[in-house]
T-cell receptor
Framework: SQTIHQWPATLVQPVGSPLSLECTVE??????LYWYRQAAGRGLQLLFY??????ISSEVPQNLSASRPQDRQFILSSKKLLLSDSGFYLC???????????????FGSGTQLSVL | GESVGLHLPTLSVQEGDNSIINCAYS??????FIWYKQESGKGPQFIID???NMDKRQGQRVTVLLNKTVKHLSLQIAATQPGDSAVYFC???????????WGAGTKLIIKP
């Protein structure tokens, strides 16, 4: 069966420090991978998605970046965190329907990031 | 494809009653719809999905209804339990191959 691992669960970082959040998926190959952010009591904001190794699409211009060095590994990074980067970060994967259309997403357990 | 600027609407239901959570979807091209449950501090969990060639689909204690004429989706939870307390999100595929369009979410509160 497929599983998704996301770490760390919580992170407290000072403003201006770098960030690296990692996500790995097991039990599937060539998944679509996603990074979402969620503010407290709010909906889901898509940050990045990837349809293959080295292929990253950005949805929101900001000081975050994403990379996919391996098929089942997705990394969210920042060189210098801002206060506004605080939030709940979620990694997700999906398979693909015939014709390449999107399937349901499966989410990791999330990382609560507090930038102080 | 997100409604991130909206505060969550809330639905309060008596324990044991049925809950109905509604969602108005936006894209006429959508042919695939999903409901998620998100408990506090956790990632969203898949509940049930439905394709546009159906208007009803049932799972364990949950039913999803799709009305394509008025672009409306609903999630019915039978005999609501305390463990059903969560935020529920609907999502649609729109005309994208890679992204889902997310609803704002509804917070379900169970009254004892």
């Amino acid at each position: 069966s497929q599983t998704i691992h996301q770490w760390p669960a919580t992170l407290v970082q000072p403003v201006g420090s770098p960030l690296s959040l990692e996500c790995t998926v097991e039990g599937t190959s060539n998944p679509n991978l996603y990074w979402y952010r969620q503010a407290a009591g709010r909906g889901l904001q898509l940050l990045f998605y990837s349809v293959g190794i080295g292929q990253i699409s950005s949805e929101v211009p900001q000081n975050l970046s994403a990379s996919r060095p391996q098929d089942r590994q997705f990394i969210l990074s920042s060189k210098k965190l801002l206060l506004s980067d605080s939030g709940f970060y979620l990694c997700a994967w999906s398979g693909r329907r015939s014709g390449g259309l999107i399937e349901k997403l499966f989410f990791g357990s999330g990382t609560q990031l507090s930038v102080l | 494809g997100e409604s991130v600027g909206l505060h969550l609407p809330t639905l309060s239901v008596q324990e044991g009653d049925n809950s109905i959570i509604n969602c108005a979807y936006s894209n006429s091209a959508s042919d695939y719809f999903i409901w998620y449950k998100q408990e506090s501090g956790k990632g969203p969990q898949f509940i049930i999905d439905i394709r546009s060639n159906m208007d009803k689909r049932q799972g364990q204690r949950v039913t999803v209804l799709l009305n394509k004429t008025v672009k409306h989706l609903s999630l019915q939870i039978a005999a609501t339990q305390p463990g059903d307390s969560a935020v529920y999100f609907c999502a649609e595929n729109g005309d994208s191959n890679y992204q889902l369009i997310w609803g704002a979410g509804t917070k379900l509160i169970i009254k004892p």
